[in-house]
């Protein structure tokens, strides 16, 4: 069995993830396999591989294509291309909608964009959407592609592209919400080509020789989270922090006023974890009481000038609202924190669902527990994939509202889904997951009556 990195005695993160760098582009550039797939943690370094990767292989006059699954993406990629290497041609392909890309790529004159691939052609490296590539017809395929966030990509989608390619790089972060779909897939399951399935799960159902890889080290997680997350999501491909337990610090320059939100705040600052529990209580999604907790802990957060010490430099920088994430399940909990939010004049602070901010870095985060207040434990609310993402998002600390009582309520409810032949389970699920989380956060708990 394969000692988990953190076990490891004298783990060099910094060493590690160049070895496993080196075996990935190795295989990229010289393997003779059609695909190859890397899995990463949160915060491991997808883009920087993505774009290493694709500098190497332009460096070796091999032409390619890059899939992502968003134009934000998309355009986040183009921006460091061109930030790693001025002088290298980049091809922005996007769609005839009115505003298809980031205006910043305007004022780079070596990216060339176009709503047609042809305007493209000759240029070494040209990224789109999966969608857009979908729609491109006539051309010659590339050498090589590199598929960025492929579990979040659809086999249906991956399907649509791949004849334009000879040989892929498969980039993505296995514990991360499942493909999303706007209609039930229940009559595909278990079959080959589930529609549905993620590109990675039906590319390695029917080609499971293609070299696999993952990426050993987190640089976003601090010591104090990477533990939790690996244990809880990823317990069959382990990883640690590429940062000790003194590396980053969270320190107030305003004392604590002794109120909940005030201690939880503290509580995290110390120990990168904070559960401020209201009692139980079944609410309505949009539990205005939890709301307010958030709300309440966001302005404490900023009014008390937090400054965050990392290894990224020598002095401290200021904790301010772009620094600092809110996450939900759904958006109506989301608008209804923006207003809370706006109403004690906070501004400038992300809020937003799980799903929209799978990528994103903070260095705090105040996130509203799935299944905070609820009767019932469903399959969305319990989706593993959801609270990873809420619970993955900072560099320094997350605290989490809930209310009491979601222990009960999973045991409550165990799951029900039906077992589908054919179908791979994912492990851990949900209910263990959170049971994970939750007896961890329990740790460092705080207990708060509003209005008290």
Not at 88 to 99: I, T
Not at 184 to 206: E, N
Request: with cysteine; aromatic share 4%.
């Amino acid at each position: 069995m394969t000692r988990p990195p953190a076990d490891r005695p004298g783990f060099d993160p910094g060493a590690e993830a160049a070895r496993a760098t080196a075996g990935i582009l190795h295989d990229t550039l010289h393997g003779t396999h059609r695909g190859v797939v890397v899995d990463s943690p949160p915060g491991a370094g997808k883009s920087t591989l993505v774009v290493r990767a694709a500098l190497e292989l332009a460096s070796a006059g091999r032409p390619l294509m890059v899939v992502a699954q968003t134009n934000a993406q998309v355009d986040d990629l183009v921006l460091r291309l061109a930030e790693k290497q001025p002088d290298l041609p980049v091809g922005r392909l996007h769609s005839s909608e009115s505003d298809p890309y980031d205006k910043a790529l305007d004022d780079l004159p070596q990216v060339r964009k176009s709503a047609k691939a042809a305007d493209l052609a000759g240029i070494d490296v040209v990224l789109s959407t999966a969608a857009k590539w979908a729609h491109v017809k006539g051309v010659e395929p590339w050498r090589h592609a590199i598929v960025d966030e492929a579990y979040q990509m659809r086999s249906d989608s991956l399907l649509a592209v791949a004849s334009l390619f000879e040989q892929a790089l498969f980039v993505g972060d296995p514990g991360q919400l499942d493909p999303f779909s706007i209609v039930g897939a229940d009559q595909w399951a278990g079959l080959s080509y589930d529609p549905s399935a993620s590109a990675v799960s039906t590319l390695l159902a029917h080609n499971p020789q293609l070299p696999q890889h993952r990426l050993p080290v987190s640089w976003r997680l601090p010591a104090s989270a990477a533990p939790l997350v690996s244990d809880a999501f990823y317990p069959y491909t382990p990883f640690r922090s590429g940062t000790g337990p003194e590396d980053r610090r969270l320190s107030f320059g305003v004392p604590s006023s002794g109120s909940a939100p005030d201690r939880v705040i503290d509580e995290a600052a110390e120990s990168g974890w904070g559960l401020l529990e209201l009692p139980a209580r079944h609410t309505p999604r949009t539990d205005p009481e939890a709301v307010g907790a958030l709300a309440q802990v966001v302005r404490r957060l900023l009014d008390r000038g937090g400054a965050a010490l990392s290894e990224r430099s020598p002095d401290p920088t200021p904790l301010t609202a772009d620094r600092v994430a809110v996450g939900t399940a759904h958006r109506d909990q989301a608008a209804a924190v923006r207003a809370a939010l706006a109403a004690l004049g906070v501004t400038g602070v992300a809020v937003d669902t799980a799903n929209r901010l799978q990528g994103r870095e903070f260095d705090v985060t105040v996130v509203l527990h799935p299944l905070s207040g609820r009767p019932d434990a469903t399959a969305f609310h319990l989706e593993t994939g959801r609270l990873c993402v809420l619970a993955s998002r900072h560099r320094h600390a997350c605290i989490v509202i809930c209310r009491e009582g979601v222990t009960g309520l999973l045991d409550e409810h165990p799951s029900t889904e039906p077992v589908q032949l054919g179908v791979t389970v994912k492990f851990p699920d949900g209910w263990e997951a959170n049971h994970s989380v939750l007896a961890h956060l329990a740790e460092h708990r705080v207990r708060w009556v509003p209005g008290r």
